[in-house]
C-alpha cells in the first residue's frame, strides 16, 4: 500500500525536484490544472520584465533586430521543434492553435484536390471540430467534416479523406492516440495526418519525424509554460514545405516582408505559414518558459507522469472507493497526463477542492480533470491533493451552497 512516506522518498530520488525553484507558484496551492495554463517560470517573468524595461521602452523600434524580435517565430518555433521530434525548420511559434488549425487543414486540403473528407473523431476538442466546419464552408464544392467516434477512426480512414485530423491526447478523458500506427493507416489511404499536441506537447515524448507525421499543431501555454494567450506552434514536414501554401498570406510569410512590394511571393520554408506581426510580449515569455527544459529529457518527465497519474488513481481508488468513475484509460501507455474522474456533482466538488488549495479543473457536465505536471509537481503533493479530495467527499463539504455558483471560466 502507498504511503505518504514512500512518495516523499520518491520526492528525494527525484531528478527533476530541482527544477520547481523555477516556477513562481502561491504557497499553500497545488496546482494540477498546468494542462490549462502552465505555471509562471521566474524566467519568463524576468525576460517579460527585461522587454519593457529595456527593449521596449528604451530601444524601442531597434529592437526589431537588436533584440532579434523578427526572428522570434523560428527561433522559438525551432525550440520546440526539440521537443517535439522535429527536424529544424519544421516548427513555427505563431498565432493561436486554433488559426494555425486553419492554416493547416487548408493546405492539407489543398494538397489532396479531389478528396472532399477532413476526418476527425466527435471527441475532439471543439475548436477542432469548429474550424474545420468553418473552412468547409468557406471552401464549399463538397467538403465535409466527418467526425466519427475514436474507436471508429481507422476503420473510416479510406480514399475519400484528405486529412485526418486528432488530438493526440484527449483533453476530456486523457486517451492517448497511437500516433505512429494511425499515421501510417492515414499514409495508406493517401490521406494526410494532422495531429493538435494541445495535451501531449511538454507532457510526453513526440517523435513528428520518426512518425513521418505530415503535420502538426500545438499549445504555447499549456505544458509549455508560455503565459495566458502565449502563440501556438505548427509543424509542416519538410517534404511538405515546397508546396506549403496559407490562405492568410499575410506580409510576414513573405520573401521580402520589407520589400513593401504590391504583389505576395512565399518565404522560403515554414517561415511562409507567418501571417502578421508576432505578439513579442508574450513570445518573449513562451522563449523564456522553455529554459526550463535545458537537460530534461521527456523521458523523465513522462516516467514521472505516469507514476504521478498511477499513484493519484491508487490513493482515490482506495480512499473513495465507488465514489468516482475513472473515465480517464487504466493502462498508462493509452493516458497522457491527466487523471479524469466522473461524478454527477463534479462542479462543486472541484470548487470545494479550490477553496483548499487544490486546483483542477471541469470539463462539463461531470467530469474532474486532474492534470500532472512533472517540472513543478511533487509526488507528495500527489498524496496531499488526494487526501483533501478524501476529506471533502468524507464530510460532504462540497455540499455548501456557494460550491454551486458557476464561474464562465471553468
Ligand atoms: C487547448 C486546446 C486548444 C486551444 O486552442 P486556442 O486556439 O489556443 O484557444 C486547441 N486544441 C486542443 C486540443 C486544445 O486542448
Redesign the pocket.
Known sequence: MLTREHLLQLDRQDPLAALRDQFVLPAGTIYLDGN?LGAMPRAAADRVRRTLDHDWSQALVRSWNSAGWVDLPQRVGDRIGRLIGAREGETLACD????N?FKLLSLAVKLRPGRKLILSDCE??P??LYIAEGLSALLGGGLELRSVSPGEIEAAIDERVAVVSL?HVN?RNGALYDMAAITQRAHNAGALMLW?L??SAGALPIHLAACDVDLA?G?G??YFNGGPGAP?FLYIAQRLQAQASTPLSGWFGHQRPFDFVPVYAPAAGISRMLAGTPAILSIVSLDAALDVWTGVSMEQVRAKSILQCESFVALVEQWMPGVFELVSPRESAKRGSQVCLRHAEAWPIMQALIARGVIGDVRAPDILRFGFTPLYLSYAEVWDAASTLREIIDADSWRQPHYQIRAKVT
Open positions: 490549462s493561436s492553435t486554433s488559426v488549425l475532439n476538442f475548436t477542432d488530438s483533453y493538435d494541445a495535451h499543431v499549445c501555454y499549456k501556438a
